[in-house]
């Protein structure tokens, strides 16, 4: 197995199991027994446990900033691209009832090594910087403060009912949250 291999299998592990458990469930051990390799060789990639977690909530960020610039290229209309925003966090409840990566370590923020917050704070960012762009195709440029205000409600309630879904495992609660959201005007 080539060094990049194993080092992206390391890290589709590590995301899957954050996902599942969270950021405290992250150990090398556990990776390394599902990967077939030795604890230490994980250390090779990735020195320490903050170090993983801050490059898995990167690629995240990353993955997830490219996924909602590529919906922008497809539609400018705002309810389509929100209704595929909040189908993003749907499909993670889909599969095997998984949190946001990002959302799960922000429960945990306080556990969380510097570089990680950092991290999980730039998906944050991202996400409200996406919605701003998303709300000023409805809104126009000229109520932009109050667009970023917006955009955090916006991020926290999908977020909130991704959780909330979770804890209940029950898929079609967040689609009632989510449509009460709409019908209520949180979101377009």
Known sequence: MAISDTKEIIMG??????QALGYNALSFREIA?????????????????GD????????????GVNYLEGLLAKS??????????????????????RMCLCGIMAAEYQD???NVRTEV????????????????????QS????LRQKALAIFSAVEGAQLVSR????IALFDRTVEVYRVAGLIP
Do not use: C, M
Request: charged share 25%; proline share 5%.
């Open 13 to 18: 592990i590590g995301r899957a199991r954050v």
């Open 33 to 49: 027994k599902e990967v077939g390799i030795k604890s230490a060789s994980i250390h090779h990639h990735f020195p320490t446990k």
């Open 52 to 63: 993983l977690g801050a490059a898995l909530a990167r690629r995240y960020t990353e993955d």
């Open 76 to 97: 400018q209309d705002p309810k389509v691209l929100i209704k595929s925003y909040t189908d993003i966090f749907r499909s993670a409840l889909v599969n095997d009832n």
């Open 112 to 114: 969380l090594p510097d």
């Open 121 to 140: 704070n730039a998906f944050t960012d991202a996400n409200v910087k996406w919605l701003i762009t998303v709300l000023s195709l409805q809104q126009g």
């Open 143 to 146: 109520e932009a403060p109050n």
């Open 167 to 170: 804890g209940r495992n029950d």
